[in-house]
């Protein structure tokens, strides 16, 4: 008995477990509020909502609409989780991307040009995308490194830059944009820059968003893992960003440092906006503000406990009751209420961590509880 207890024990120690569980219990805190939110607004069809916004592709009857919709699902959490693994390599260095919707509008900028105006191939445009992202991220790491401006104000102010820019040069290009609904033309209009399904379309009943993408954000979280747990470069990064000024005494290159992870950070911007324009489910619209999506990594990278698999799994999590949510205007729910349930979880998210640290002060009480009682029985 004492053995399976202190099994247990030292399992709930770990840093991983813990993480599990104070984002469950996050996620659970913004579902139970949203769920009061449905009673408040239509206390008849609040179970049905609830339902559809957890049960998403379930809803379906048709085996075909539920592969169909979970396929949708899972091709547009790829896009998050590149982004959340860009606010992931920032913040494991000490730095805090906000401007990652700056670097996916440049990258979406590129990509529509490169895709739609030259039809390069695929592979060449989302590279092209990732170079973008990272040389507009480098703009303020450059910042940060030479001139130790704050990284959150340059991100934000590049990221009004970048959206005015893009909006300025894609609209007076007439080859890329169509006036008529205020969008740039979809990639799949361009078929080389079309990322190719490599049969998984027929695995989600002919879905023709789900492809290689899902596959190469797997590989780019595996990536980011051994990044950060195997190589040197990933050592110093977690080194600057605990302490910059002994990892520097210690030989570590701050500069240097800051540089690399805000290339890496936009690279994956860009590969988000890739993951995004060139499967086709959408195309850079005309907007007055940043894209969301920037903000959204930033949830779901804490929600996921800033580790590179827990992010695909918050990830999925918060698109799956992103897209849920869509259905319950059936019911009679405004679509705003929707984003609104979405925000209260996300919300939550950020509490993560604030669990985290109670869960350890917890642990360091019983502890001495512990070793008093002890000391106690040995008088």
Request: overall charge positive; glycine content about 10%; proline content about 3%.
């Amino acid at each position: 008995m004492n053995k399976t207890k202190s099994f247990f024990s030292s399992i709930l120690k770990k840093n991983a477990t813990k993480t599990v569980i104070t984002s469950l219990w996050c996620a659970l805190l913004g579902l139970v509020l949203g769920f009061v939110v449905l009673l408040c607004i239509n206390a008849t069809e609040a179970g049905y909502g609830m339902s559809s916004i957890l049960g998403n592709f379930l809803i379906f009857k048709s085996p075909d609409d539920r592969w169909n919709y979970f396929g949708q699902t899972l091709a547009k959490t790829a896009p998050l989780i590149a982004m959340s693994l860009s606010i992931l390599v920032s913040y494991k260095a000490g730095l805090f991307n906000l401007g990652a919707s700056g670097q996916y509008s440049v990258a979406a900028m590129v990509i529509t040009f490169m895709g739609i105006g030259a039809n390069l191939p695929w592979w060449l445009v989302m590279m092209a995308a990732m170079v973008a992202g990272a040389l507009w991220s480098l703009i303020t790491g450059a910042l940060k490194a030479f001139f130790n401006v704050n990284e959150v104000l340059s991100g934000i102010m590049l990221n009004w830059v970048a959206l005015y820019l893009v909006n300025g040069i894609l609209t007076s290009s007439p080859a890329v944009w169509d006036s008529s609904h205020s969008e740039a033309s979809k990639i799949s209009s361009a078929s080389n820059a079309f990322i190719p399904s490599i049969g998984l379309d027929k695995l989600f009943a002919g879905n023709p968003i789900v492809g290689l993408g899902m596959v190469l954000v797997l590989v780019a979280s595996v990536i980011i893992y051994v990044l950060f747990k195997k190589t040197t470069i990933g050592y110093e990064l977690k080194a600057t960003g605990l302490n910059s000024d002994a990892a520097d005494y210690a030989g570590m290159s701050k500069v240097k440092n800051i540089l690399v992870a805000t290339a890496i950070s936009g690279a994956l911007a860009g590969l988000s906006a890739s993951l995004s324009l060139q499967n086709g489910f959408t195309s850079w619209r005309l907007s007055s503000t940043p894209p969301v999506i920037g903000f959204q990594g930033i949830s779901a990278a804490f929600l996921g406990g800033l580790h590179p698999v827990g992010v695909i799994f918050s990830s999925y999590f918060i698109e799956h009751i992103t897209e849920g949510g869509s259905m319950i205007t059936d019911l009679g729910f405004a679509p705003e209420v929707a984003s609104l349930i979405t925000s209260m979880i996300i919300y939550f998210s950020g509490f993560v961590a604030f669990f985290k640290e109670m869960m350890r002060k917890y642990e360091i009480k019983d502890e001495f509880r512990r070793i008093s009682r002890n000391k106690g029985e040995l008088r």
